[in-house]
């Protein structure tokens, strides 16, 4: 995971554990979650909409096809907002490798 690069995945930048936990540090989301920002506005405008799930769309895109990775854990708590809006995957605890070529981001681009 360290070695993922996308502007809308949450950068790990060091790991370690002691016996019972592991601590990752990671990019900064001052914005937070998907879940409480929707929780306090109750609904987002269709051009905000359309732009958080054309980020999303991204990242999976990315994780898919460059890096053949399945996202199995998306939901409003896994998706953070950075300081300028734009929008991060986090939890990466259910991924699972893909081994097979896909065209998943050609079907995003159009």
């Given at each position: 995971?360290?070695?993922?690069?996308?502007?809308n995945?949450?950068?790990?930048?060091?790991a370690?554990?002691?016996?019972?936990?592991?601590?990752?540090?990671?990019?900064?989301?001052?914005?937070?979650?998907?879940?409480?920002?929707?929780?306090?506005?109750?609904?987002?405008?269709e051009?905000?909409?359309?732009?958080?799930?054309?980020?999303?769309?991204?990242?999976?895109?990315?994780?898919?096809?460059?890096?053949?990775?399945?996202?199995?854990?998306?939901?409003?708590e896994?998706?953070?907002?950075?300081?300028?809006?734009?929008?991060?995957?986090?939890?990466?605890?259910?991924?699972?490798?893909?081994?097979?070529?896909?065209?998943?981001?050609?079907?995003?681009?159009?």
């Amino acid at each position: 995971m360290i070695k993922i690069q996308h502007p809308n995945i949450v950068q790990i930048h060091y790991a370690f554990q002691n016996r019972q936990r592991l601590y990752l540090v990671v990019d900064f989301m001052s914005g937070g979650e998907l879940y409480h920002q929707l929780k306090g506005v109750g609904r987002f405008s269709e051009s905000q909409a359309r732009f958080i799930c054309a980020e999303i769309s991204l990242a999976l895109a990315y994780l898919h096809d460059e890096e053949d990775m399945a996202y199995r854990d998306l939901k409003p708590e896994n998706v953070m907002f950075d300081a300028e809006g734009h929008i991060r995957l986090i939890d990466f605890g259910k991924r699972k490798a893909c081994s097979r070529p896909t065209i998943f981001l050609e079907a995003v681009r159009h």
